[in-house]
């Protein structure tokens, strides 16, 4: 895993932001040299992972103190980003691990969702605080959340007999180890195509497969390809339900995509991207919309 590291690029010019937020590096460097060790005891990382949660929110009630002293006029949203760091993303990522027991994965996982947040949350939300950055606010997907919280979470009861529940409302594409991807693409009333990009940790996805009739014995890495088109196929019976789509998607082997080539669609843009943790390991799912030209023109 790549360490990230501070620079002085990630500088607000002011020295209390700056100084924790070169601790916060230097403490889940740390966590990732631990995370890079195999016979790390789970104690040591439990303790690491209290010291940053201590620490993360001590630097956020700094930086609002900051931040309310010179009246910053996107407070309310930047505080609102810290208390969903807080109380969702930390919450879920401690608990997959819990689930997990620590396992390689879900340690590793952890440390790059925190390296991802901090560099992102750094660079976009407090350098605008100084003016060095200016903050653009993606369309609000948050009356849509619950809803597609609930069909994903139909979906996993349905075809992997487990629950999902919201890691991250912002996947920047974390590896979630050994898994299997696939695209989705609707076309809908109005001449609007939607695309879903879908990824699901290995251990995950033989609970699927293995509720395939004749399929019980299927090992890690010995999937067939027709498995996995059927296991997708199922998941993207729920998913279409939120674009009202009733019939059944011919999912083709074209469909099902490689790690890199996931990590190459995602890349264009994805502005809803969530990560969910399962008891059995992570869930991605991830859509983006757009019109043809010509109906643009249209129009």
């Known amino acids: 895993m790549e360490k990230i590291e501070w620079d002085e690029r990630l500088n607000i010019g002011v020295e209390i932001v700056d100084k924790a937020h070169a601790k916060l590096f230097r403490i889940v460097g740390k966590l990732q040299e631990l995370a890079d060790n195999a016979d790390t005891y789970q104690n040591t990382y439990k303790e ?14 700094e930086e609002e103190e900051y931040m309310r002293s010179i009246r910053y006029g996107e407070y309310g949203n930047h505080k609102r980003i810290h208390d969903n760091f807080r109380d969702k993303t930390l919450v879920s990522l401690k608990k997959d691990l819990v689930l997990s027991k620590y396992s390689q994965v879900a340690v590793q996982r952890f440390v790059e969702v925190m390296n991802n947040w901090l560099l992102e949350h750094i660079m976009r939300e407090d350098q605008a605080i100084v003016g060095k950055a200016t903050v ?7 009356s849509q959340l619950a809803v597609i919280s609930k069909i994903v979470n139909r979906a996993t009861k349905d075809v992997f007999q487990t629950e999902a529940k919201i890691a991250s409302t912002d996947y920047k594409g974390e590896n979630i180890g050994n898994g299997y991807y696939c695209k989705i693409q609707y076309e809908i ?19 699927g497969v293995n509720q395939i009739p004749g399929m019980q014995s299927i090992q890690a890495g010995q999937v067939p390809g027709q498995a996995a088109l059927h296991v997708f196929s199922q998941i993207s019976g729920h998913t279409g339900r939120l674009f009202k789509i009733e019939e059944e998607y011919p999912l083709e082997n074209g469909d099902l ?29 991830c859509f983006r919309s757009w019109r043809s030209t010509k109906q643009k023109k249209k129009e």
């Open 48 to 61: 690491g992972i209290k010291y940053l949660e201590a620490y993360s929110m001590k630097h956020f009630l």
């Open 257 to 285: 995509l490689s790690r890199d080539d996931f990590r190459a669609d995602f890349s264009k843009g994805y502005p809803f991207s969530l990560l969910f943790s399962t008891k059995s390991g992570a869930f991605v799912f």
């Open 189 to 207: 009333e109005g001449g609007a195509t939607v695309r879903i990009l879908l990824g699901v940790e290995e251990t995950l996805f033989l609970r």
């Open 136 to 142: 653009k606010r993606a369309k609000d997907f948050s």
